[in-house]
């Protein structure tokens, strides 16, 4: 049974939004950070947007350079859900995008791909100029 189950990836035109979300088992949400990751072809996976989700804590969203300003990571404590909302899209966007959750512990602002215990099956995003 899958532990992280993603959707909302696609196509779209430079310029365009979209939105991604990840559904985790209550065990897993619990457990520190969810987010994303990105990695496109011939490029190095890159952390998209993290946030904490650990009951009862602030969220401390935490992003990567390349996305700031344009894209936003939230949650929902009744669903287990955590949502990327990515606006302003360009052709650099395009990857495939990963959810990721449960990471060991380690703080949001500082873990690393290697540090989380769940991945999504990945979701494809294309921006086309």
């Known amino acids: 049974q899958a532990q992280l189950v993603e959707a909302g990836g696609g196509s779209v035109q430079a310029g365009g939004s979209l939105r991604l979300s990840c559904a985790a088992s209550?065990?897993?949400?619990?457990?520190?950070?969810m987010g994303w990751f990105r990695q496109a072809p011939g490029k190095e996976r890159e952390r998209v947007a993290i946030?904490?989700?650990?009951?009862?804590?602030?969220?401390?969203?935490v992003y990567a350079d390349s996305v700031k300003g344009r894209f936003t990571i939230s949650r929902d404590n009744i669903k287990n859900t955590v949502y990327l909302q990515m606006n302003s899209l360009t052709p650099e966007d395009t990857a495939m995008y990963y959810c990721?959750?449960?990471?060991?512990?380690?703080?949001?602002?500082?873990?690393?791909?290697?540090?989380?215990?769940?991945w999504g099956q990945g979701t494809q995003v294309t921006v086309s100029s």
């Open positions: 990721v959750a449960d990471s060991g512990g380690r703080a949001c602002a500082s873990a690393g791909a290697a540090s989380y215990k769940s």
């Open positions: 209550g065990v897993i949400y619990s457990r520190n950070c």
């Open positions: 946030i904490q989700t650990r009951t009862g804590t602030i969220t401390y969203p």
